[in-house]
């Protein structure tokens, strides 16, 4: 299994639009850090046939050291979650 990462973005776009490779990876920078700030600030990020970034926040929890079986409190934190479109789930399930 590969890894797409921010080059292949570039790449990609760079092929299909003609753009220069840092004019690709420049636009490729500035939608990861608008859709970064977006979520700094509290915001979700949908992505029409994506997908939505959310932020959920979590209260403070005991857990337990499944080694020692001893009780620690899980302190409150911001976690980010990814749901897929629908249109996402049927494109990944046909494989």
């Given at each position: ?40 600030g ?18 403070q ?12 409190p ?22």
């Amino acid at each position: 299994m590969t890894t797409l990462t921010r080059a292949d973005l570039a790449e990609a776009l760079n092929r299909k639009l003609g753009l220069s490779r840092s004019e690709s990876l420049s636009m490729v920078e500035s939608i990861l850090d608008h859709m970064s700030g977006a979520l700094e600030g509290g915001e979700s990020v949908k992505i029409s046939g994506f997908g939505t970034f959310l932020l959920r926040d979590k209260a403070q929890r005991i857990g337990r050291n499944p080694k020692t079986g001893v009780e620690v409190p899980i302190t409150p934190r911001r976690v980010l979650t990814f749901r897929a479109s629908q249109m996402l789930k049927e494109r990944i399930a046909k494989g």
